[in-house]
Every structure is written in structure tokens, then in C-alpha cells.
């Protein structure tokens, strides 16, 4: 069997942060402290993220502020690292350089690094009110997360009157979290106004929920916010009917109001719903027994080289699948040249689009290694297992690729965790959004296989999200 092979990655050193950043960073027994996949892949251990965070480079910037979110806020939950960290993350505010501005994984929009840090802390903030039926995490994780509220309260109150509006949204969301401490409640009059102006009428929907939730809180009459709320919903709602139905009249004015609305900048997926939509699962009734584990194809005969040749176990890489943080030896949020590294081969195919000219690269092809990863804003984004000689890429130790497609949906269908997380493209294939997992079919002669998809969240809509290359895939 081939194991999956881990990249010699240069660390990111923490001597590029400031003086109490780097001071805290070094007091603390990180290896005590593991974060959702600690030792897994290639995937960094949180002193190296944090030492990123303030790299000269870009693109290693926003690498680490997205392994900020995937690795200590993974699942929607905190670790033994993540309190720690936040308490490292909150030192960096000051730093100058959290003023460079770029665009961030987990967000739309152009925002300095400031206000993405301010929105991870608020991220933290709204998950440490969670409870453990709630699956936000162990007792003992829940108390570090609530334990640090004032300190971090202290260190982002002064960013709430900033004078860049997008640092001041993220810093009042982060502080109206944070004042769900009980120790911090008596500072809730002296937000409340700033969260009624600021945030309950932000274009950003994640802002405007925590101001209707804060504020009812504080005893604050909500009504009217909630009303604006659904009124928006449902004109929205109905502009996309109209704007979808090329006989219907009003259309092209339709279309002109969803383009003339502000862009909502929430993330994907916003921990704090878990309180509002938490549901159990359904257990299947009796007669509905969970289906067995999917099958591998067995392969091709040995020596056989034809042109649907189908790789045996023995030929084919192990690697697993840790949802919206990797595969294998790949890590969401890699660049090519990253890939190259860790795969130790180089792409045979690649494929990129222009603008202007910035040529942006769309996907590459390892042929060596069976996958093709594709990209978005130079990062990787999404990874597809050939079903032929790709690796063999497991979750729960039940294999993924070059299984009967059939079979294969039947099991995922089955541990589906949230209700509405099942999806299906318009070519009819499924999508998980609790995993971040999607499978295609791929035709290996009269025979059709799996070819799954390990996709981030911004790219669950594989319609618009795949260049047409993969649609022609077969």
C-alpha cells in the first residue's frame, strides 16, 4: 500500500510578530494543545499558523487566516489550542500591518486584516456561548473559550470607534458576543447604540442577526429590526422568482434590483445558526437498516494497460479526508507550487483565464498522483480523485473513490448529520455541505465509478463553481 506522503513545508517563524505576540506564543505549551487535526497531513500546527498571520507574503496571510478558521474553529466548535490562540490573535490588532487590506477566504469583499482578525475573534465569541449539546466543543475547551472573554474584551473595545467603518462593524460583533460573559454584562447599555446604527442595518446578514439577538437580549426592542429582516427576505425572494422566470413580467426590472443590492459579506456558514436551527438526527426506522459501506472496484487485471484501465488497491495511494481542512497530503488554501512540494511532482496539465492581463490559474492536473486540484484566487479550493488511478481517499475508513455511485451516495445519505445538507447539481450529483463533499461519476468503459470532489465552502455550487473542463470529465 502507498501511504500518503507529508510535504517538507517551510515553517512560518514567529519572530515576524510583535514583541507580546511572540512573548505569549512562546509561554505556552502548544503541544498540549492540539487544534482539530493536530499532526494530520500537512497540515500546520498553530504556532506556525499564528506566525503566518503577519507574513510579508500575501498569500501566506490569507493562508493563515483561513487556518485560523478550518483548524481552531473547525466544525463550529473550539479546541484545547483555540483560546490560547485567540489570545495571541487579539495581540496582533495593534500591529501595523493587520492594516493591509486583501480578500479572505471565509469573506467577500476587500477588508483589512484588522477587521478579518475582529471577525474571527467575533467567530470565537459566538461560539464559546454554545453549549456541549450543541457540539461546540468538551466542557474543558467551552471554560478556556468563556474564561477569556474580558481579556478580549479589553484588547478590542478601542476598535469599536475606528475610524474605517469595516474594523468598527467587526469590532462592535465581536464586543456584542462578547458581552454574552456575565461578568461583562453592565457594558451592554454602552454598545447598544452603536449595534442598533451600526450593525442592525449593515449589509452584512451575519452583523444584522447578531445585533437583533444581542439587543433582544439586553431587553432592547427588536420588533422593528426583525420585521426590516423579513420584509427584506421576502422582496428578495421575490425578485429572484421574477428574475428567474424569462416569461414573467417585470423581469429585466427584477435582475436590476438583485445587481443593485449591496453584496452580503457574511461567511458561508455562521456558527452562531447551530443555536437557531440545532436539530438531531433521524435515526433510520427498522426496517430502513444503515447500508453497508461502499466497495472499491477491484481494479484492472494485472499488466492490463487499456485505455479504461482501472488502478488496483495496491497501486493506488491512501489518503483521508479531514472535511473543509484537507485530503491526503493536500490542505485547503495551498498554492500550486505548495501542491508541487507536497505531491513532489509537477503539474502535466494546467489551465488558466485572463483579466486584463492577470492571468488567474483555474486548475492543475497530477497525473502521477490521480488528482486535479482547482483554484481560486491562486489557492486551492477543490481537489478531484480520479476514479481510475486516483488515491484511494477514505472518510471513517470507508473508501471514496472508484466505488459504484449508487452505493456510494447510499452510505453518505445515510450519515448525513444535518437536515437541508443534501444538495444535488444540475448534472444530478450529490453534494454534502456538512462535509464539504461532493460525487461525480466517471466512466471507466461500460463500467461507471466515483470521482469525488473535496470542496471548500464557496464552492458548493459546483454549477458555477467548476470550469467546464470538469463538467466534459469522463
Not at 490588532?93 to 482578525?117: H, Q, V, Y
Not at 467567530?123 to 475547551?141: C, K, M, N, P, V
Not at 498522483?369 to 476514479?387: E, H, Q, T, W, Y
Amino acid at each position: 500500500m502507498i501511504n500518503e506522503m507529508t510535504p517538507d513545508l517551510p515553517g512560518a517563524p514567529a519572530d515576524s510578530l510583535p514583541s507580546a505576540a511572540r512573548a505569549e506564543l512562546a509561554g505556552i505549551a502548544w503541544e498540549n494543545l492540539p487544534h482539530v487535526c493536530t499532526g494530520q497531513h500537512s497540515v500546520p500546527d498553530t504556532p506556525e499558523v499564528l506566525g503566518a498571520v503577519l507574513a510579508a507574503d500575501p498569500a501566506r496571510r490569507v493562508r493563515a487566516v483561513g487556518d485560523l478558521y478550518r483548524l481552531l474553529l473547525g466544525q463550529g466548535r473550539v479546541f484545547p489550542a483555540t483560546a490560547p490562540a485567540a489570545s495571541v490573535v487579539a495581540r496582533l490588532l495593534d500591529d501595523p500591518r493587520t492594516l493591509a487590506e486583501g480578500r479572505w477566504e471565509r469573506r467577500a469583499g476587500l477588508r483589512p486584516l484588522r477587521a478579518e482578525l475582529l471577525n474571527w475573534l467575533a467567530s470565537f465569541a459566538d461560539i464559546a456561548r454554545l453549549d456541549i449539546e450543541d457540539g461546540a466543543g468538551t466542557a474543558q475547551d467551552l471554560a478556556a473559550a468563556r474564561a477569556a472573554r474580558p481579556m478580549l474584551h479589553d484588547r478590542i473595545a478601542g476598535f469599536c470607534d475606528d475610524d474605517d467603518p469595516r474594523v468598527r462593524k467587526a469590532a462592535l460583533a465581536a464586543t456584542a458576543l462578547l458581552l454574552a460573559d456575565p461578568a461583562l454584562a453592565s457594558s451592554a447599555p454602552r454598545y447598544a447604540p452603536a449595534v442598533r446604527e451600526v450593525l442592525a442595518v449593515s449589509a452584512d446578514s451575519y452583523y444584522r442577526r447578531i445585533a437583533r439577538e444581542r439587543l433582544a437580549a439586553w431587553g432592547e426592542d427588536v420588533t422593528g429590526l426583525v420585521t426590516a429582516e423579513e420584509e427584506r427576505r421576502a422582496a428578495l425572494n421575490r425578485a429572484r422568482e421574477l428574475a428567474d422566470d424569462p416569461f414573467g413580467e417585470g423581469q429585466e426590472q427584477a435582475i436590476r434590483r438583485l445587481e443593485e443590492q449591496p453584496e452580503d459579506t457574511a461567511a458561508p456558514e455562521q456558527p452562531g445558526h447551530r443555536r437557531e436551527d440545532r436539530t438531531t438526527p433521524t435515526p433510520a426506522p427498522p426496517h430502513e437498516p444503515a447500508p453497508a459501506p461502499p466497495m472499491a472496484a477491484p481494479g484492472s487485471g494485472a499488466g492490463y494497460r487499456g485505455p479504461w484501465r482501472i488502478a488496483r488497491e495496491e497501486e493506488r495511494a491512501e489518503w483521508t479526508f479531514t472535511p473543509y481542512v484537507g485530503v491526503g497530503p493536500l490542505h485547503f488554501g495551498m498554492t500550486v507550487e505548495e501542491i508541487t512540494r507536497a505531491l513532489g511532482e509537477g503539474p502535466a496539465v494546467s489551465s488558466h483565464s485572463h483579466r486584463g492581463e492577470e492571468q488567474q490559474l483555474i486548475y492543475a492536473d497530477f497525473t502521477g498522483s490521480g488528482i486535479r486540484a482547482l483554484f481560486r484566487d491562486g489557492r486551492l479550493g477543490c481537489v478531484a480523485a480520479d476514479a481510475l488511478t486516483g488515491p484511494q481517499v477514505r472518510l471513517d475508513a470507508t473508501p471514496l473513490t472508484g466505488c459504484t455511485p449508487s452505493h456510494l451516495e447510499d452510505w453518505l445519505v445515510h450519515r448525513t448529520k444535518r437536515p437541508g445538507s443534501l444538495t444535488y447539481s444540475p448534472a444530478a450529483d450529490p453534494v454534502f455541505a456538512d462535509l464539504g463533499l461532493a460525487i461525480r461519476s466517471q466512466r471507466a468503459g461500460d463500467v461507471v465509478l466515483t470521482r469525488p470532489l473535496f470542496l471548500l465552502h464557496g464552492w458548493l455550487d459546483l454549477w458555477h463553481s467548476l470550469p467546464g473542463e470538469e463538467w466534459n470529465h469522463s
